[in-house]
T-cell receptor
Framework: DQQVKQNSPSLSVQEGRISILNCDYT??????FLWYKKYPAEGPTFLIS?????DKNEDGRFTVFLNKSAKHLSLHIVPSQPGDSAVYFC???????????FGQGTRLTINP | DTEVTQTPKHLVMGMTNKKSLKCEQH?????MYWYKQKAKKPPELMFV???????INESVPSRFSPECPNSSLLNLHLHALQPEDSALYLC??????????FGPGTRLTVL
């Protein structure tokens, strides 16, 4: 039972345009959501997070949107840059559970 | 110091060897984690230490043995591994269970 799903294994975007990565979850008890970026052979790097009491969080070029009724979150990157090419994982946590549940990841490629 | 360090970066071992992976953080985080990651898959949680005590073991085989000598260090002792245990092993730490900070990982190959 996959509680966090990233249905697009890959996404290709032109440099300078907006990248939108999507994530769906099934457990309505999740109360915190995160996005990580991962380059090959490196550990994931924390990007941005959002609490379930908010619907938007912004940090520079990165914005995360949370739609609790749809159990959906998205990461917007604008403008997209070549260095953004990586695998992006969304993750969710449950208060007190002491662990993250990861999605399968989306490989983002930014084309010059 | 805002990073998690892991040694070694790469490790090749035979199925009869005993080796250890090491992880260190100096952010004062109270929780430390071991994950295993296979290619094109998300990180898979193995163990969680909370205040130096093992709080979660995700049914990991006993050939993997974690140890937390102090609040900054986390080890993973390996013995009699199988080729299918080859993977990237990631250590992470966090203060509040949410934002976990990952190390660069150890690429393990079991021959």
């Amino acid at each position: 039972d996959q509680q966090v799903k990233q249905n697009s294994p890959s996404l290709s975007v032109q440099e300078g345009r907006i990248s939108i990565l999507n994530c769906d979850y099934t457990n309505s008890m999740f109360d915190y959501f995160l996005w990580y970026k991962k380059y090959p052979a490196e550990g994931p790097t924390f990007l941005i997070s959002i609490s379930s009491i908010k619907d938007k969080n912004e940090d520079g070029r990165f914005t995360v949107f949370l739609n609790k009724s749809a159990k959906h979150l998205s990461l917007h990157i604008v403008p997209s840059q070549p260095g953004d090419s990586a695998v992006y994982f969304c993750a969710a946590s449950l208060q007190g559970a002491q662990k993250l549940v990861f999605g399968q990841g989306t490989r983002l490629t930014i084309n010059p | 110091d805002t990073e998690v360090t892991q040694t070694p970066k790469h490790l090749v071992m035979g199925m009869t060897n005993k080796k250890s992976l090491k992880c260190e953080q100096h952010m004062g985080h109270r929780a430390m984690y071991w994950y295993k990651q296979k290619a094109k898959k998300p990180p898979e949680l193995m163990f969680v230490y909370s205040y130096e005590k093992l709080s979660i073991n995700e049914s990991v085989p006993s050939r993997f043995s974690p140890e937390c000598p102090n609040s900054s260090l986390l080890n993973l002792h390996l013995h009699a591994l199988q080729p299918e245990d080859s993977a990237l092993y990631l250590c992470a730490s966090s203060q509040d269970w949410n934002e976990q900070f990952f190390g660069p990982g150890t690429r393990l190959t079991v021959l």
